[in-house]
């Protein structure tokens, strides 16, 4: 080992620096692979967050929206998935590095490293900016769920003497009902029930 310093003598302070910043270069590709190990963990526990949620949660928020802006929603959602799933990738490949045998000796070694914390940094990188975009596609799904127009509904109107009952069509325009002689039947985009 060759210690570059000053014109004068090395002092114990600046080799125990040395060699301080020598076992700092040595530790860091399993620093930085520890970092994007626990970087995909926590990916993965959001994604499957994620998932369960929009499970549980979509088809209610979907439900009311009119078809072409569910498309836009479900549309948004897979890529928000896709995204993550792509995050999550990306950091196991930076957590787990490359499978590569290294032939010659301590410069083809050192090549190595070097090439391997640099491609640890890039995936890192990666899996961030993905993980950062699908974090912007989610929000924009929940801002078009939230300020998408709803659906418009065609009411089957029933007045009977003095009463009125509403009841909503489905999406095919239809209705299962049972009358009686004194109903009237209409249809309308709006209806307030009388009882």
Do not use: N
Request: some cysteine.
């Amino acid at each position: 080992m060759r210690i570059r310093g000053s014109a004068g003598p090395i002092s114990d302070d600046d080799r125990g620096w040395h060699e301080i910043a020598t076992r700092h270069r040595a530790e860091e590709l399993p620093l930085l692979r520890g970092v994007a190990e626990r970087w995909r963990t926590t990916l993965a526990s959001l994604t499957a967050l994620f998932g369960a949620a929009g499970i549980v949660a979509a088809p209610r928020v979907a439900a009311d929206l009119p078809p072409a802006w569910k498309s836009a929603a479900g549309v948004l959602v897979l890529a928000v998935f896709g995204l993550m799933i792509a995050s999550t990738w990306f950091a196991g490949r930076a957590a787990q590095g490359s499978l590569e045998r290294v032939a010659g000796g301590f410069e083809a070694i050192r090549e190595h490293w070097l090439k391997e914390e640099m491609r640890a940094r890039h995936a890192i990188r990666r899996s961030q900016f993905t993980a950062l975009a699908a974090a912007g596609l989610l929000v924009a799904a929940i801002g078009l769920l939230w300020f998408a127009p709803g659906q418009a509904t065609d009411y089957l109107i029933l007045d009977r003497g003095g009463s009125r009952q509403c009841l909503p069509l489905d999406d095919a325009g239809k209705v299962g009902i049972v009358l009686d002689p004194r109903t009237t039947v209409s249809v309308g985009s709006a209806c307030t029930e009388r009882r």
